[in-house]
């Protein structure tokens, strides 16, 4: 069974950064697309990056672009989030994900992290 760690996140204040981690007990077809979404209280959870382990298929959502950057580490299966310019709207638990293809879909996604806070205060 596929197992994704998440680490990282924490409170930051706005105009911050924070980096979130995403490890993959396997890299392997099953886990080639890896994709990063976020449910605030009360919202549904949304779609905010996704990449596969080529690189070539890299999707940010419109109100991250310019801000978040997905990067990845193959040697260690671990695939990173690096959040700049953080806003208090930004607030949410950030869940990764891994399938077969990295979609901005979460449905396609097989496998699930934990989910991690992350909060921006105003």
């Known amino acids: 069974q596929v197992q994704l760690v998440e680490s990282g996140g924490g409170l930051v204040q706005a105009g911050g950064s924070l980096r979130v981690s995403c490890t993959a007990s396997e890299r392997t077809f099953r886990t080639y697309g890896m994709g990063w979404f976020r449910q605030a209280p009360g919202k549904e959870r949304e779609f905010v990056a996704s990449?596969?382990?080529?690189?070539?298929?890299?999707n940010y959502a419109e109100s991250v672009k310019g801000r978040f950057t997905i990067s990845r580490d193959g040697a260690k299966n671990t695939m990173h989030l690096q959040m700049n310019s953080l806003k208090p709207e930004d607030t949410a638990v950030y869940y990764c994900?891994?399938?077969?293809?990295?979609?901005?879909?979460?449905?396609?996604?097989?496998?699930w992290g934990q989910g991690i806070q992350v909060t921006v205060s105003s």
């Open positions: 994900a891994s399938g077969r293809a990295a979609t901005i879909v979460d449905s396609v996604y097989d496998y």
């Open positions: 990449d596969n382990w080529s690189g070539d298929s890299t």
